[in-house]
Each structure stands twice: as C-alpha cells, then as structure tokens.
C-alpha cells in the first residue's frame, strides 16, 4: 500500500488517480455480486483516453454531488459523536503496484474505515428502509478494505436536519470484509491492467 500525501482535489492528487482504477468505480470491473461487470469496456476507454491526453475526463458536478461533498465534515462529526470513534483523514492510496486505488472517507481504527453518502432525501429514507449498504456501494467499500487490507468497513448514509421538528433517522450499517468478492477482485483487476497496457500499446504510446 502506498499513501500519496496529496490533498484532494489537487494536480498532484489527480496525476496520482489518472489512468488506473479507482475505488468509487470498482464496480466498472466487479460487481457486488463477485461477476465480472459489463461495462469493463467503457471504462477501459475512458481511463486509456485520460491516460493519453494527461488529464481526467470532466464529470459535470451536480447539486447533489457538490452538496455531499460540502456536507461530509458535518456527517463525519455526526458519525464521531455517535459512535465515540476518531475517524482519520489520508490521502488517495495505491496498492504496492499502482494498478488502482482510492480515497477513503476516513479510517477508524485498526481494522476499519467508513464511507459517508450525503443523497437527496428520498434516496436516503431508501436507505434507511433496506438497512445495509446499497449494492452499487458493495464495490467500493469492498474495494476499499482490499487496499487498506482491513476487516469491517462503515458505511453511512447522512440527511442534516432541518430543525427539531423534522427529525430524521441516520443510516449506520457495518460491512463485513468478503474474501470472495476480493478473490474475484484481484483476478479481474489482473486481466483488467494487462488489456491497459495493451491498449497502450497498440496506440503507440
């Protein structure tokens, strides 16, 4: 594992993510149910075009998605206070070949982590109604205690409230490490890097 000390968001950060596999897309190689995901292709596109041209792809950032991100200070102190745990901040990790990697929410512990969603209302009271981690996060937070090689992984879904009178519950689930999904993980990310740098290769770089 490889801690890159770069701040989010920043040119660093992003030479550091470009081109590989990231945790919020491991479902584009895996998906939570341990089969090899369909949209393999398209993602390989993307990462070798951004390869090529040295820089991400621009993703067009929605209200819900700027507003989860100015929110998740305040659902990691909800999540602190709750649950009497620190949570610890890093920066955007690898594994020893820099093959993929990601950036966690925090790490709690020594054999955890939590991943926090700030979703518009009605996503979170679906949530809150299935009480365990929705399938399209499986991947991520899988992928997630793969690379920090960690036991158990929080997952949170967080809606602020609006004032007293309107009180709404949290979403807190635990998630266990699955070795299967791993397993399936590791030999799809093998074949995965090697169709890379073959793509590379054939466009000449």
């Known amino acids: ?54 820089r991400p792809i621009e993703i067009p950032t929605t209200y819900w998605m700027q507003r989860g991100t100015e929110l998740e200070p305040e659902a990691r102190g909800y999540y602190e206070i709750y649950t009497g745990k620190s949570v610890t901040e890093t920066g955007f990790v690898t594994n020893d070949d820099r093959t993929c990697g990601g950036s966690p929410d925090g790490l709690v512990g020594d054999d955890s982590g939590v991943e926090f969603k700030c979703p518009k209302d009605e996503t979170h009271t679906e949530y809150c109604l299935a009480k365990k981690c929705p399938a399209k996060y499986v991947p991520q937070v899988q992928g997630l205690m793969y690379l920090f090689e960690r036991d158990h992984w929080d997952f949170m879904s967080y809606y602020p409230y609006p004032d007293e009178a309107t009180r709404r519950p949290q979403l807190l689930v635990r998630v266990d490490r699955d070795e299967k999904w791993v397993s399936a993980f590791e030999i799809e990310l093998d074949k995965f890097t090697e169709k890379l740098a073959k793509a590379k290769q054939k466009l000449g770089a």
């Open 1 to 54: 594992m490889i801690i890159h000390t770069h701040d989010q968001g920043t040119p660093e950060w992003l030479q550091a993510r470009l081109g590989i596999p990231t945790a919020s897309q491991f479902g584009n190689l895996v998906t939570s149910q341990c089969k090899p995901s369909a949209s393999q292709g398209a993602y390989l596109n993307k990462l070798v075009t951004e390869w090529l041209h040295d």
